[in-house]
């Protein structure tokens, strides 16, 4: 059974069918999602959740189906894990991180919304799918779409970290590397998509695969023992997940789900590339597009959108929750990178990086509140941007296979003395 | 000046389906203005009424360039170039 009334403008309210439409044909606004929350209402429950399987469709009726899933059954609730040592190292008294570096199957949480547009564009009919990605959601697509057996055309900028470019080509889809950054893959992609009957996932599926993104806050809100956080920070790029986590609070408290929402929304961007925070520091209701610095110049390549779609849509979050946001420089994006690892065993990639950063200055600002509870958005893995830390991580010693070797060079001086006493006693 | 207009699905009721057009002008502004002439109805979808501006949503590109980086709206275009009306992209 399916809840949704159709599609709805979010700027003019001009109502459209459920079918692969994604922008106004009167004013360019995007189209979101409608539901009957009525009728949803009187369904789930936070029993009826509980006892569902653990992936993201436990969710599904505040999910765009009309039929069952046929996508991602294995994706979605990832860890919440209370971070105490971190906590301290930050002086916090309760922080959490949401990791979406460990989800299935591509470890990002792009493996929230593919399955969504995935299945979405199964129901329409559609045989090839495709994308324009910065790396992560074109490694989702590619392995979800093999599974499905569909056809896939993935666009990627051509400079992309080989861990993200191997991360697609691994499932044999056709890869295409365009020379232009992903402003200009995406550009091409709406071009391209207007001209042939393909299911673009962040194009003409994107009202379907942006309501993916709330799994991340509805999973958030059940995981803290069906709460929201004082704090929430999250990483902007093209603006998708951030409005969809605070919608997804919003939906659950419609659904009584939980209480009253009182978290404040944080957005954290690089400073080689921060259209949002610009904007938000000089009050701006829209987002001036920006140039990103040159890739040579930027450790972060997953948040390096200039012209971030859903831009407005992260102002206003910020804006009605009290929130703020901030970029982090090269320097500080590794930094934490290499604190999350040493404090807490989680390795994320640039954007997990510059969101803790982004928390460890909005916490240092007062904007955060120690003695209130705070989520840090893990949105992705960081084995995929090796090329970020590997020169600034130390090496292996060397040693001879000897133990006279290993005392003398990885215990140091005097270290075999101090090991035969110890032996010995 | 005669310029080359890629339209997007969108705005294709518009065009009986055509998604490619040629326009003439020598700003942005007039090449959208005699788009308008030539499709009635563009212009209002493209731009705000009451301010005449581009709306938030809707992007063009000069030869691939966004306007926005360059003088929106009074950008100067040449005989052979390309403008492409994009609406905005999800990230990725």
């Known amino acids: 059974m399916s809840f949704v009334r159709g599609l709805k403008c979010k700027e003019c309210g001009q109502e459209y069918p459920k079918e692969a439409l994604y922008v106004c044909e009167y004013c360019f606004g995007p189209l979101e999602v409608e539901y009957d929350y009525a009728a949803v209402a009187g369904q789930i429950s936070r029993d009826v959740i509980a006892r569902r399987p653990q992936n993201l469709w436990r969710y599904r009726e505040l999910l ?17 894990v209370r971070a105490d040592k971190l906590a301290r190292v930050l002086g916090v008294r309760e922080l959490w991180i949401k990791n979406d570096g460990v989800n299935f199957p591509t470890l990002s949480y792009k493996d929230r919304v593919v399955p969504v547009a995935m299945s ?18 074109a490694n989702s697509v590619s392995a979800h ?31 295409v590397a365009v020379n232009g950054n ?27 695969y942006t309501e993916g993104a709330k799994t991340y806050g ?78 040579s110049e930027s450790v972060d390549t997953s948040l390096r959108i200039g012209n971030p779609a859903d831009g407005p849509y992260v102002l206003e979050a910020l804006r009605e929750t ?32 510059t969101t803790l950063a982004v928390t460890r200055k909005l916490i240092a600002a007062g904007k955060i ?55 010995a006693g | 000046m005669a310029v080359t207009v890629l339209i997007p699905t969108p705005l294709q009721r518009l065009t009986s389906g055509v998604g490619e057009a040629m326009v003439s002008g020598s700003t942005v502004g007039e090449i959208i203005g005699d788009l308008d002439r030539q499709y009635p109805g563009v212009r209002d979808r493209l731009c705000n009424p009451e301010t ?41």
């Open chain 1, 218 to 295: 509805f999973e958030v809100a059940e995981q803290l023992g069906w709460r929201t956080p004082d704090h929430l920070v999250c990483p902007v790029a093209g603006g998708t997940i951030l409005p969809k986590i605070y919608k997804a609070f919003q939906e659950f408290e419609r659904m009584e789900l939980i209480g009253p929402v009182r978290t404040r929304i944080f957005a954290a961007q690089a400073a080689t590339c921060a259209p949002v925070v610009r904007a938000m520091h000089s009050g701006q209701d829209f987002v001036p597009p920006v140039k990103p610095a040159p890739l």
């Open chain 1, 369 to 423: 509140d120690p003695n209130g509870s705070t989520v840090v958005c893990i949105t992705g893995n960081g084995l995929k941007t090796i090329e970020a830390v590997q020169h600034r991580i130390g090496a292996p010693m060397q040693i001879a296979a000897s133990l006279k070797s290993f005392e003398q060079v990885v215990l140091g001086g005097g270290a075999s003395e101090r090991a035969a006493a110890g032996v």
């Open chain 1, 322 to 353: 009290g929130g703020w946001a901030d970029m982090a420089t090269n320097d500080e994006i590794v930094d934490a990178i290499r604190l999350l690892a040493a404090t807490e065993g989680i390795w994320t990639e640039t954007a997990g990086g």
């Open chain 1, 145 to 175: 779409g093999a599974k499905a057996g569909l056809r896939r055309f993935l666009f990627i900028p051509h400079d992309l970290e080989l861990g993200k470019v191997v991360g697609s080509l691994i499932y044999q889809p056709t890869l």
């Open chain 2, 52 to 92: 005449g501006r581009l709306r938030r949503f809707a992007n063009v590109y000069l030869n691939s360039e966004d306007i926005r980086h360059l003088q929106n709206e009074e950008t100067l275009v040449k005989d052979g170039d390309e403008l492409s009306i994009v609406p905005a992209v999800a990230g990725g």
């Open chain 1, 64 to 80: 765009p189906l009309d039929g069952d899933p046929t996508d991602g059954l294995n994706s979605g609730f990832t860890p919440l």
């Open chain 1, 182 to 208: 992903y402003d200009d893959v995406n550009r091409l992609c709406s071009e391209i998509a207007s001209k042939y009957r393909w299911a673009f996932v962040n194009v003409n599926m994107r009202p379907y």
């Open chain 1, 120 to 137: 979405k564009a199964k129901e329409l009919g559609f045989d090839t799918v495709g994308c324009a990605s910065t790396g992560n959601l």
